[in-house]
């Protein structure tokens, strides 16, 4: 008898500027000019419950992942401080998953690296990774020409929308 077992496939997504339109929030947060205080402003969780809007076409194109038997990973440059605010969003608007992988306290690497480093260990764990939902026109690049996984931007995503 084989002992092969078969991948489980597996989306990887990003919350701020992918699921969630973050464009109120980061704006009010501009008027800072310490850097820390915008930061501290930017992951303010009550500005992330009242300001933050949906972005409904991503949030049903994972929704129809979600049923077609993939696992929905979101990797996120958010701080692990706003887990249970970012939950909530899930629970708010239905919104499925598998893992959440936020920030760690201190740590202050790239969003790039970050998320490369998450996607490589996924990898390494048996996932097939076949898609990367992610705003930043960077991190697309990088995940393209690093791992050869297909990479798609927020905004050009409906319902129709072929992983393969």
Known sequence: MSSFKPKKKGVVVDIDGTIFDISERWNQCQRF???????????????????????????????DL?????DII??????ETLRD??????????????RLYLRPKGNFTKDVEYKSEIIDQ????????????DDSKDIREVIRQKF?????????????????
């Open 33 to 63: 000019t310490k850097r820390s205080e915008m930061w501290n402003c930017v992951f303010d969780p009550e500005k992330i419950r009242k300001l933050d809007k949906p972005k409904h076409n991503v949030i049903n194109y994972i929704k």
């Open 66 to 70: 979600s049923n077609k038997g993939y």
């Open 74 to 79: 979101f990797v996120s440059g958010r701080v």
């Open 85 to 98: 605010v970012t939950l909530e969003q899930f629970e708010k608007y239905n919104i499925p998953h598998t």
């Open 122 to 133: 996924l990898l390494k764990e048996g996932y097939d990774i076949e898609l990367v939902i």
């Open 148 to 164: 050869n996984i297909k990479t798609v931007d927020p905004d050009e995503l409906s319902l129709g929308t072929e992983i393969g």
